[in-house]
């Protein structure tokens, strides 16, 4: 795997009128090489469409997919709506008397069908052999296949359809309020398995709508290759791999992915960092089979100055740099008129391919390594743990791009998965995701935790894998003062004030008590008039080989001054046991990403996420070797010698990386 893929999705609007046929025609031929492959969408708007009408557009894609070929591209169609995403242009869209996807208080999405339906069924199988049959290369499912966010519910399905298989699932009779009484129960363990249970029944539910695509397209042509498009998907169960195998059908046909999440301008560029982050979680959950993993990149509503072609063209690399192989560019307009204004695009894109096919092939599909923000399948059984499951409308995120992103904007490699973990992140209830053998293994590695994970690991009976117990918080004015622990350096009596007073931002505060000799107090917490209160952080080897720190101030935020940070890193460093493939020991707002290279060396994405130039960015390595290679965005190559050494770790410098710029250091 040497190259990057690269995609465009088209609108409707663009494809069925004449006119902006022959425009956006005349654009990709104009800008040959920008892309590999385009993907047609079926409808304009959200919910699914009429029968006949779905049918016609085929037709006539049938002959514009053949004409876009003869440029030296695939084309294929993405169907937009397969049982709906929301509530739009009801009067146009398909509108039977059949199911419609349910909330948990009998609230509908008018735009939105239930997959249990077997109306919806028939009408699933009817669509898809009609986009086979118009011999696309490829065909794209995309992320309606959902059961989270279909304004104006949020969470489906509850229908009397789904409660009478979830009925058969578990072998009792639901209704949906004994249903909601149970998934917010008062008894912690029932309320875990059910949740589980429902999840699992989650899952069946979409694998059953994969499966009816499969049959229905290999059906028509058995060599078809089928794409998914997906988001965090926790409340689905996240059972990508189960998809997967269903989607290539008996006959092994090509799967591809396309992982998406939100970053549609620029206003807040950090907010790329956390769909890179949504990506990389994705990717790591892809069998190993599937190597055509093509991030989405949507500027919806595609208004041009919504974001920059610059951050445009560094999203697809940071995307890739977290586990995607390729890009689907949705950036195009989404109404028949000309498309000069988005030339740019295409032209900037083709530029950069090179740097993305440099970053394909260094970390092809490798995992990347580093922190993990310990997480599984299972997470979203802790999504409102203490009130009701279906109370927020807000999709808790258990990731580094939320949580821990502060953590990682210092320059600590992410992991998004165990295979790449050297230190895993166990954050407030996460323990309850894991079984208590499959705990034991974590914490037989390297471990940093918050004083909430502690006490779960406490009520699990894992307490003495932490070597501390909760002693107490405080709710308001404490400051962190680091110790003259050795970990802590030329740091020792170095201060953290997050005002706790402040109360829009606030956290407890958590003192801790060692209970082992082998514990060792990292921070105090002291208060405006310097009286000690005790110790709130601190680190510690177990009997399994173990190596842990537990945090009880402000533990994944407000890490951005020079002491602190700097001791996050070499504590992060101690608990891999000096296995972290990477870390930016300079004091600078960089994000990294690590990798293994095909010849087995590490392999580092450097972003520079801040405003500032960096002049001379100080970057440690896990290496023997001398000298590394830099490559810039334009692929110019530079190299960097060896600088220094600490452990097994050289030092190399970075120079003049420019503000919301990326290199690939290798």
Same mark, same amino acid.
């Given at each position: ?179 909601? *009484? ?6 912690? #363990? +029932?309320? %875990? /398995?059910?949740?589980?249970?429902? $999840?699992?029944?989650? !899952? ?123 890009? *689907? ?6 109404? #028949? +008129?000309? %498309? /000069?204004?988005?030339?740019?695009? $295409?032209?900037?894109? !083709? ?316």
């Amino acid at each position: 795997m040497n190259e990057s893929r690269v995609s465009f999705r088209i609108a409707v609007q663009q494809w069925e009128a004449d006119g902006a046929l022959e425009g956006l025609y005349r654009l990709f031929k104009e800008y040959a090489g920008a892309t590999d492959e385009i993907a047609f969408f079926t409808d304009e708007t959200h919910p699914p469409v009429p029968l006949d009408l779905f049918r016609s557009r085929m037709d006539r894609l049938k002959e514009i997919m053949s004409r876009f070929r003869n440029l030296g591209m695939t084309a294929g169609i993405n169907v937009l709506a397969t049982i709906g995403h929301a509530e739009e242009n009801l009067e146009n869209s398909l509108s039977e008397p059949w199911q419609r996807l349910m909330a948990p208080d009998g609230a509908v999405c008018r735009g939105c069908y239930c997959p249990s339906d077997e109306n919806m069924q028939a009408y699933i199988t009817a669509i898809y052999e009609s986009a086979a049959s118009a011999n696309p290369d490829f065909i794209w499912i995309d992320d309606d296949v959902r059961l989270y966010g279909h304004g104006p519910i949020v969470y489906g399905c509850f229908c009397d359809k789904c409660l009478s298989i979830f009925s058969s699932e578990t072998g009792q009779k639901w209704t949906r309020d004994k249903l909601l *009484a149970v998934l917010n129960s008062d008894s912690l #363990d +029932e309320k %875990l /398995d059910f949740r589980r249970k429902w $999840l699992q029944h989650n !899952r069946q539910l979409i694998n059953g709508i994969m499966s009816l695509a499969e049959k229905a397209t290999h059906g028509i042509d058995k060599n078809l290759p089928l794409g998914f498009m997906t988001g965090d998907r926790y409340y689905e169960g996240y059972d990508f791999a189960r998809w997967a195998d269903t989607l290539k059908g008996p006959q092994n046909a090509p799967v591809m992915w396309r992982p998406g999440g939100g970053f549609y301008e620029d206003k807040i560029p950090s907010d790329m960092i956390d769909k890179a982050d949504a990506i990389g979680r994705q990717a790591s959950m892809l069998p190993d089979y599937i190597t055509d993993v093509q991030s989405e990149i949507e500027n919806f509503p595609y208004q041009r100055l919504k974001k920059s072609f610059h951050i445009t063209v560094l999203e697809a690399a940071t995307d890739l740099a977290a586990g995607s192989t390729g890009t *689907a560019f949705n950036i195009l307009s989404m109404f #028949d +008129e000309p %498309l /000069d204004e988005y030339a740019p695009f $295409l032209e900037k894109i !083709r530029a950069a391919r090179p740097f993305y096919d440099l970053v394909v092939s260094t970390f092809q599909r490798r995992p990347c390594e580093g922190l993990w923000p310990a997480w599984n399948k299972d997470a979203y059984v802790l999504q409102q743990l203490g009130g009701g499951w279906f109370e927020s409308s807000k999709e808790i995120t258990y990731s580094c791009g939320g949580g821990l992103r502060e953590v990682f904007e210092i320059g600590i490699p992410c992991a998004y998965s165990r295979k790449g973990a050297k230190v895993a992140a166990l954050a407030g209830d996460t323990p309850l995701a894991f079984e208590k053998e499959e705990l034991k293994e974590i914490m037989a590695g390297g471990v940093i935790m918050d004083v909430p994970a502690l006490e779960r690991l406490r009520e699990m009976g894992l307490a003495e894998y932490a070597g501390f117990e909760p002693a107490g918080q405080r709710e308001d004015d404490s400051i962190e003062v680091l110790t003259d622990h050795p970990i802590n350096g030329d740091f020792a009596g170095g201060k953290r004030d997050c005002r706790q007073a402040f109360k829009w931002w606030s956290e407890t505060a958590y003192l801790i008590k060692p209970v082992s000799e082998n514990a060792q107090v990292l921070t105090n917490l002291v208060d405006y008039a310097g009286k000690n209160y005790g110790a709130t952080m601190g680190t510690f080897e177990n009997t399994l080989g173990g190596r842990v720190a537990v945090c009880g101030y402000f533990p994944w935020r407000y890490v951005h001054n020079l002491s602190k940070s700097s001791q996050v890193k070499s504590v992060i460093k101690w608990l891999s046991a000096d296995t972290l493939p990477a870390y930016v020991e300079s004091f600078e707002k960089v994000n990294i990403w690590c990798r293994k290279t095909p010849a087995g060396g590490n392999g580092i994405f450097v972003l520079n996420s801040s405003f500032d130039v960096i002049d001379d960015l100080r970057i440690h390595v896990l290496t023997d070797k001398d000298e590394l290679s830099v490559f810039g965005m334009d692929c110019n190559e530079e190299k960097s010698a060896r600088c220094g050494s600490r452990g097994g770790y050289g030092e190399f410098r970075i120079r003049n990386l420019k503000p919301w710029t990326a290199a690939l250091v290798r």
